[in-house]
C-alpha cells in the first residue's frame, strides 16, 4: 500500500488516456494542490484521484476559495404553494427554450424567494414563473439563447397553461420589474446544481476508495463480502465509476431540489456534500465519505450521513411509486442488463446523457438540456456513434464526446459499421423517446427512476 | 410664487412634463416618477422650481447636466444629485425597453453589485427615469485616454498600472471576465485609476460569444473567433493598455479584424520580438518582461492576473517604465 513514488509514475500514460489530464501543472493554493490544467484537487501524493474531462475547470484563480465563497451556509426560503407544479413547468419550458438546466435551478430559485415573499394573484402565478425563467435566463445564458418576451409567451403557452398567452408584453415586463425588485437585483446565486458541479470538479473518486466485490462480478456465493479497492482494478474499469457518479448528479439534485422536506430543511452545503457522498455509494463505493473529500471541505462523514440517508429515502420512495405504475421489462431495463453483462463496456451512462448540460471546454455549442430535444432529430447519428464507443473499447478516452453531438467529426462515426446485437436493441430502446415533447420529459424521469430503483436495491 | 408653481403642480398631472410658466411653454422636461430632467442650460432657470419640488417631493433626485459619454449599450450623462448637489455619472441604457430589462443591464448591475474595490466603479443605485432604467455611480471626469495626454510622474503611471491589475484580479478571482477592458474604460482621479462598464461582463462559462472587447485591444483568441476563451483576454487587454501608457499611444490600431490580427502578427515574431524594435529600447527590462508575458499570442501562456500582480517590476520599488541612465 505504501507506494512512494512520485506524481508522474502514478498518473500514467494510461491514465492520461482514459481520463484526459496527466495533472502535471501543479499549484498549491489555500495549501492545497490543485491541477492548473484541469482543477481536480491531489490530497495526498500515494493516491490517485479521479476525474473526467467533462468536470474540467481551469485553476487560474485559487478554487478553493471559489469553492468556500460558494460554499455559503444557508436555507433557501420556502417552500411555497404549487412548488411542484412550478418546477414541472419550468423544467418544460426550458426545455423547449433550449436553456441549460442550470438556468432552471436558477429559476426555481427565485420562484422559491419569490412567491415566499409576495402573494401572487392566483390567475397571476405562471405569468411570474415563466417570467422568472426569462431573468435567469438572462442573467447566465449566452445573448443569443435569452428568449424574447413575445417567445417566451408562445413557449410557455404551449403547456398546461395556455392562459400565458393572453398576458400582454407590459404584463411580462411589470412581473420581471417586480421580481428584480424583490431580488434586489441579485440574480447570480450559487444553486444546489452550481454547488455539487464545483464539488466533483475536484474530483470525488479516489484509488483508496473502496467497492464490495459481488457489486463487481455478480458473484452467486458473496455472503463474506470482499472489499476491493479501486487502484487494484484498470483505468477503464475506473471510469465506469466515475462516470456514474458524474452523469448522475443532475437527476440525483432534480429529485432533492423537488423535495421541500429535504431541500428546505438541510443546510445548501451539507445538501450539496451529501449528494456527491449519495452519489458515491449508488456508483458503488462502499465508503461515502473519504479523506481526499474530508480534507477539501472540511467536513466529516458524521456531519452528512443523516442527510445521506434522507437522500436515499427520497429516492426509494420514487423508485417504488413508478414500479407500481410500470411494468417491470421496460425497454431501458432490458438495455441495463445488456449492459451489466461481464464486458467491461462503460456505457451506463449513455441513456442520460440528454440530460447533462455540461459542456467542455472545446465544445462549439453548448450543450443544454433542450439541445438534447434538437438532437433527437438527429438520432441516428447518435446512435452510429454509440456504436463506435461500443465496438472499439480502446476509444473509450474519448467517450466524453458521447455527449456532444454537435461536433462536426461525429460523421466520422458514420462510417464505422460495428454495430452488434446489444446495440440494435439499445438502438430500440432510445426510441422510446418520441419526437415530440409531450410526454417525452416524464418518460424520461421514469426511465431514471429505474436506473435509481434498481441500484438501490443493491443496498437493501 | 407660490401661486405660480401650484399652478405648475397641476399641469404636470394634466400634460406629463410640461411646464408652463404664464402661460407660455417655456421648458421640456423629461418628467417620469417624480424625477426631473432637464438641459444644463435651463438647469440654472428653474432651480426654484425643482427645489420648490424637492420640497413637496422627496423622491426628486438627479438632473441631468450633460452627456459626457455613449457606449454600445448606453449612454452617460454628468448629473447632479439635488438632494446632496453631488455629481454623479448616470448610464442610461439605450436598448429598447420592448424585452423587459435588458440582460446587459441585468448583469452590470448584479455584477457591479458584487464588486467592492476600491479600483472599481461604485455603483449608487438604479432607477427608471423616462420609462429607461439609469445607473447612478460616482463621476469621474477623466478617462485614461484623457489622463495620459499630460506628462505624468512614472511612480503615478506605475501606481496605475499596478491598481488596474488588482482590480482585474479582483473581478478575475470573483469568477467575472471584464471583456471591455480599455483605456475608455479606465478613469483616473488623483492618481487612481477606476475600471467601469461592465456591460459585457459576465460570470465565467465554457462558452462565450467572441465579439467582444474594443477592436484594438482584442485577444488574438478573439480576433480567430475562437468561443472557449478564459480571463486571458483580459490579460491582453491589459498588456495592451500598459504598453499605451509607455508609449503614449496605441499599440495597435487595426482598421478590421484581420489588419488587427496583421498587425499583431507583425510585431510580435518569435520569443525576442522587443529587442528588435527600436521604440522599446529605453524601457527597463523588467517592465518588458511582463510586456512580453502579457502580449503572448498563446492565451494558455500569458500570465494570468494573480501571476502579473507578484511579478518583479511591483516588488522591485526602483523600477520603473524607462530606464533611468
Same mark, same amino acid.
Given at each position: 500500500?505504501?507506494?512512494?513514488?512520485?506524481?508522474?509514475?502514478?498518473?500514467?500514460?494510461?491514465?492520461?488516456?482514459?481520463?484526459?489530464?496527466?495533472?502535471?501543472?501543479?499549484?498549491?493554493?489555500?495549501?492545497?494542490?490543485?491541477?492548473? /490544467?484541469?482543477?481536480?484537487?491531489?490530497?495526498?501524493?500515494?493516491?490517485?484521484?479521479?476525474?473526467?474531462?467533462?468536470?474540467?475547470?481551469?485553476?487560474?484563480?485559487?478554487?478553493?476559495?471559489?469553492?468556500?465563497?460558494?460554499?455559503?451556509?444557508?436555507?433557501?426560503?420556502?417552500?411555497?404553494?404549487?412548488?411542484?407544479?412550478?418546477?414541472? #413547468?419550468?423544467?418544460?419550458?426550458?426545455?423547449?427554450?433550449?436553456?441549460?438546466?442550470?438556468?432552471?435551478?436558477?429559476?426555481?430559485?427565485?420562484?422559491?424567494?419569490?412567491?415566499?415573499?409576495?402573494?401572487?394573484?392566483?390567475?397571476?402565478?405562471?405569468?411570474?414563473?415563466?417570467?422568472?425563467?426569462?431573468?435567469?435566463?438572462?442573467?447566465?445564458?449566452?445573448?443569443?439563447?435569452?428568449?424574447?418576451?413575445? @417567445?417566451?409567451?408562445?413557449?410557455?403557452?404551449?403547456?398546461?397553461?395556455?392562459?400565458?398567452?393572453?398576458?400582454? %408584453?407590459?404584463?411580462?415586463?411589470?412581473?420581471?420589474?417586480?421580481?428584480?425588485?424583490?431580488?434586489? !437585483?441579485?440574480?447570480?446565486?450559487?444553486?444546489?446544481? /452550481?454547488?455539487?458541479?464545483?464539488?466533483?470538479?475536484?474530483?470525488?473518486?479516489?484509488?483508496?476508495?473502496?467497492?464490495?466485490?459481488? *457489486?463487481?462480478?455478480?458473484?452467486?456465493?458473496?455472503?463474506?463480502?470482499?472489499?476491493?479497492?479501486?487502484?487494484?482494478?484498470?483505468?477503464?474499469?475506473?471510469?465506469?465509476?466515475?462516470?456514474?457518479?458524474?452523469?448522475?448528479?443532475?437527476?440525483?439534485?432534480?429529485?432533492?431540489?423537488?423535495?421541500?422536506?429535504?431541500?428546505?430543511?438541510?443546510?445548501?452545503?451539507?445538501?450539496?456534500?451529501?449528494?456527491?457522498?449519495?452519489?458515491?455509494?449508488?456508483?458503488?463505493?462502499?465508503?461515502? !465519505?473519504?479523506?481526499?473529500?474530508?480534507?477539501?471541505?472540511?467536513?466529516?462523514?458524521?456531519?452528512?450521513?443523516?442527510?445521506? $440517508?434522507?437522500?436515499?429515502?427520497?429516492?426509494?420512495?420514487?423508485?417504488?411509486?413508478?414500479?407500481?405504475?410500470?411494468?417491470?421489462?421496460?425497454?431501458?431495463?432490458?438495455?441495463?442488463?445488456?449492459?451489466?453483462?461481464?464486458?467491461?463496456?462503460?456505457?451506463?451512462?449513455?441513456?442520460?446523457?440528454?440530460?447533462?448540460?455540461?459542456?467542455?471546454?472545446?465544445?462549439?455549442?453548448?450543450?443544454?438540456?433542450?439541445?438534447?430535444?434538437?438532437?433527437?432529430?438527429?438520432?441516428?447519428?447518435?446512435?452510429? @456513434?454509440?456504436?463506435?464507443?461500443?465496438? /472499439?473499447?480502446?476509444?473509450?478516452?474519448?467517450?466524453?464526446?458521447?455527449?456532444?453531438?454537435?461536433?462536426?467529426?461525429?460523421?466520422?462515426?458514420?462510417?464505422?459499421?460495428?454495430?452488434?446485437?446489444?446495440?440494435?436493441?439499445?438502438?430500440?430502446?432510445?426510441?422510446?423517446?418520441?419526437?415530440?415533447?409531450?410526454?417525452?420529459?416524464?418518460?424520461?424521469?421514469?426511465?431514471?427512476?429505474?436506473?435509481?430503483?434498481?441500484?438501490?436495491?443493491?443496498?437493501? | 410664487?407660490?401661486?405660480?408653481?401650484?399652478?405648475?403642480?397641476?399641469?404636470?398631472?394634466?400634460?406629463?412634463?410640461?411646464?408652463?410658466?404664464?402661460?407660455?411653454?417655456?421648458?421640456?422636461?423629461?418628467?417620469?416618477?417624480?424625477?426631473?430632467?432637464?438641459?444644463? *442650460?435651463?438647469?440654472?432657470?428653474?432651480?426654484?422650481?425643482?427645489?420648490?419640488?424637492? $420640497?413637496?417631493?422627496?423622491?426628486?433626485?438627479?438632473?441631468?447636466?450633460?452627456?459626457?459619454?455613449?457606449?454600445?449599450?448606453?449612454?452617460?450623462?454628468?448629473?447632479?444629485?439635488?438632494?446632496?448637489?453631488?455629481?454623479?455619472?448616470?448610464?442610461?441604457?439605450?436598448?429598447?425597453?420592448?424585452?423587459?430589462?435588458?440582460?446587459?443591464?441585468?448583469?452590470?448591475?448584479?455584477?457591479?453589485?458584487?464588486?467592492?474595490?476600491?479600483?472599481?466603479?461604485?455603483?449608487?443605485?438604479?432607477?427608471?427615469?423616462?420609462?429607461?432604467? +439609469?445607473?447612478?455611480?460616482?463621476?469621474?471626469?477623466?478617462?485614461?485616454?484623457?489622463?495620459?495626454?499630460?506628462? +505624468?510622474?512614472?511612480?503615478?503611471?506605475?501606481?496605475?498600472?499596478?491598481?488596474?491589475?488588482?482590480?482585474?484580479?479582483?473581478?478575475?478571482?470573483?469568477?467575472?471576465?471584464?471583456?471591455?477592458?480599455?483605456?475608455?474604460?479606465?478613469?483616473?482621479?488623483?492618481?487612481?485609476?477606476?475600471?467601469?462598464? #461592465?456591460?459585457?461582463?459576465?460570470?465565467?462559462?465554457?462558452?462565450? %460569444?467572441?465579439?467582444?472587447?474594443?477592436?484594438?485591444?482584442?485577444?488574438?483568441?478573439?480576433?480567430?473567433?475562437?468561443?472557449?476563451?478564459?480571463?486571458?483576454?483580459?490579460? !491582453?487587454?491589459?498588456?495592451?493598455?500598459?504598453?499605451?501608457?509607455?508609449?503614449?499611444?496605441?499599440?495597435?490600431?487595426?482598421?478590421?479584424?484581420?489588419?488587427?490580427?496583421?498587425?499583431?502578427?507583425?510585431?510580435?515574431?518569435?520569443?525576442? !520580438?522587443?529587442?528588435?524594435?527600436?521604440?522599446?529600447?529605453?524601457?527597463?527590462?523588467?517592465?518588458?518582461?511582463?510586456?512580453?508575458?502579457?502580449?503572448?499570442?498563446?492565451?494558455?501562456?500569458?500570465?494570468?492576473?494573480?501571476?502579473?500582480?507578484?511579478?518583479?517590476?511591483?516588488?522591485?520599488? #526602483?523600477?520603473?517604465?524607462?530606464?533611468?541612465?
Amino acid at each position: 500500500m505504501s507506494q512512494l513514488e512520485p506524481f508522474e509514475h502514478h498518473y500514467s500514460k494510461q491514465y492520461l488516456e482514459v481520463f484526459g489530464c496527466s495533472h502535471t501543472n501543479r499549484h498549491i493554493y489555500s495549501e492545497k494542490m490543485i491541477c492548473t /490544467d484541469c482543477g481536480i484537487f491531489l490530497n495526498n501524493p500515494n493516491t490517485k484521484v479521479y476525474k473526467t474531462l467533462k468536470m474540467k475547470y481551469n485553476a487560474f484563480f485559487n478554487p478553493i476559495k471559489v469553492l468556500q465563497g460558494m460554499m455559503v451556509d444557508g436555507l433557501p426560503n420556502g417552500p411555497i404553494k404549487q412548488r411542484q407544479e412550478f418546477i414541472e #413547468f419550468i423544467l418544460q419550458v426550458s426545455e423547449r427554450l433550449n436553456l441549460s438546466i442550470n438556468t432552471c435551478f436558477l429559476a426555481i430559485n427565485y420562484i422559491d424567494q419569490y412567491f415566499n415573499k409576495v402573494a401572487v394573484n392566483e390567475n397571476q402565478t405562471y405569468l411570474f414563473v415563466s417570467t422568472a425563467l426569462m431573468l435567469a435566463a438572462k442573467a447566465q445564458e449566452l445573448d443569443e439563447r435569452v428568449p424574447f418576451i413575445s @417567445k417566451l409567451k408562445r413557449y410557455a403557452s404551449m403547456t398546461n397553461h395556455p392562459e400565458i398567452s393572453q398576458f400582454s %408584453t407590459q404584463d411580462f415586463k411589470s412581473a420581471e420589474r417586480s421580481l428584480i425588485q424583490q431580488m434586489e !437585483w441579485k440574480l447570480q446565486r450559487n444553486t444546489l446544481l /452550481d454547488r455539487i458541479e464545483a464539488l466533483l470538479s475536484f474530483g470525488v473518486i479516489d484509488d483508496d476508495d473502496s467497492l464490495g466485490q459481488q *457489486q463487481q462480478k455478480e458473484n452467486k456465493d458473496s455472503t463474506h463480502q470482499q472489499h476491493i479497492k479501486l487502484r487494484d482494478l484498470q483505468e477503464n474499469q475506473i471510469l465506469q465509476y466515475v462516470k456514474e457518479v458524474e452523469s448522475k448528479y443532475v437527476e440525483v439534485a432534480l429529485q432533492i431540489i423537488r423535495d421541500e422536506q429535504l431541500y428546505f430543511q438541510t443546510d445548501q452545503t451539507i445538501l450539496a456534500l451529501s449528494c456527491v457522498a449519495y452519489l458515491r455509494k449508488k456508483a458503488g463505493l462502499l465508503n461515502i !465519505w473519504s479523506q481526499q473529500l474530508q480534507s477539501l471541505t472540511g467536513v466529516g462523514a458524521q456531519k452528512i450521513s443523516s442527510s445521506v $440517508s434522507q437522500i436515499m429515502t427520497l429516492i426509494a420512495k420514487s423508485k417504488s411509486f413508478k414500479t407500481i405504475t410500470k411494468l417491470q421489462a421496460t425497454p431501458s431495463d432490458l438495455y441495463y442488463q445488456q449492459i451489466s453483462t461481464p464486458t467491461n463496456n462503460t456505457l451506463t451512462t449513455v441513456s442520460s446523457n440528454h440530460l447533462i448540460n455540461r459542456q467542455f471546454q472545446f465544445e462549439q455549442k453548448r450543450q443544454s438540456f433542450g439541445d438534447a430535444i434538437i438532437q433527437k432529430a438527429k438520432i441516428p447519428l447518435l446512435q452510429s @456513434k454509440s456504436t463506435a464507443h461500443l465496438g /472499439d473499447l480502446s476509444k473509450q478516452h474519448l467517450s466524453h464526446n458521447n455527449v456532444t453531438f454537435t461536433t462536426s467529426n461525429n460523421y466520422t462515426f458514420l462510417n464505422e459499421n460495428t454495430t452488434t446485437l446489444a446495440l440494435n436493441n439499445y438502438i430500440s430502446s432510445h426510441n422510446i423517446h418520441p419526437n415530440h415533447n409531450g410526454g417525452e420529459l416524464d418518460k424520461k424521469y421514469e426511465q431514471v427512476h429505474k436506473v435509481g430503483g434498481s441500484l438501490f436495491r443493491q443496498f437493501q | 410664487m407660490n401661486s405660480i408653481i401650484q399652478y405648475q403642480l397641476y399641469l404636470r398631472i394634466e400634460n406629463d412634463g410640461v411646464f408652463i410658466l404664464s402661460n407660455k411653454q417655456i421648458y421640456d422636461y423629461q418628467f417620469e416618477y417624480n424625477r426631473i430632467i432637464c438641459d444644463s *442650460q435651463i438647469l440654472y432657470q428653474i432651480k426654484d422650481i425643482i427645489y420648490y419640488y424637492m $420640497s413637496v417631493l422627496e423622491n426628486v433626485r438627479y438632473i441631468k447636466i450633460q452627456k459626457i459619454g455613449e457606449g454600445a449599450y448606453g449612454i452617460i450623462y454628468k448629473a447632479q444629485d439635488v438632494q446632496t448637489q453631488e455629481i454623479v455619472a448616470l448610464k442610461k441604457f439605450k436598448l429598447s425597453d420592448y424585452e423587459g430589462v435588458p440582460s446587459c443591464a441585468l448583469r452590470e448591475i448584479s455584477i457591479l453589485k458584487q464588486l467592492n474595490h476600491p479600483n472599481i466603479i461604485k455603483l449608487i443605485s438604479q432607477i427608471i427615469i423616462n420609462k429607461k432604467l +439609469h445607473l447612478v455611480m460616482n463621476y469621474y471626469d477623466k478617462d485614461l485616454t484623457e489622463y495620459l495626454k499630460f506628462y +505624468h510622474e512614472e511612480f503615478h503611471l506605475k501606481n496605475i498600472i499596478y491598481k488596474i491589475l488588482l482590480a482585474v484580479e479582483f473581478i478575475h478571482s470573483r469568477k467575472i471576465i471584464h471583456r471591455d477592458l480599455q483605456p475608455n474604460n479606465i478613469l483616473v482621479k488623483n492618481n487612481e485609476p477606476v475600471i467601469i462598464d #461592465f456591460g459585457l461582463s459576465r460570470v465565467f462559462s465554457p462558452n462565450l %460569444t467572441p465579439g467582444v472587447t474594443q477592436l484594438w485591444y482584442r485577444a488574438p483568441e478573439l480576433l480567430q473567433n475562437c468561443h472557449s476563451y478564459d480571463y486571458a483576454i483580459d490579460m !491582453w487587454s491589459l498588456g495592451c493598455i500598459i504598453l499605451e501608457i509607455a508609449l503614449n499611444k496605441p499599440l495597435f490600431m487595426g482598421q478590421s479584424e484581420i489588419h488587427q490580427l496583421l498587425l499583431i502578427k507583425n510585431l510580435i515574431d518569435g520569443d525576442e !520580438w522587443f529587442k528588435q524594435n527600436s521604440q522599446f529600447a529605453k524601457f527597463n527590462n523588467l517592465f518588458i518582461d511582463l510586456i512580453n508575458k502579457l502580449l503572448q499570442i498563446d492565451p494558455t501562456k500569458r500570465i494570468t492576473s494573480k501571476q502579473a500582480i507578484q511579478h518583479p517590476f511591483f516588488q522591485d520599488q #526602483f523600477a520603473f517604465i524607462y530606464n533611468n541612465e
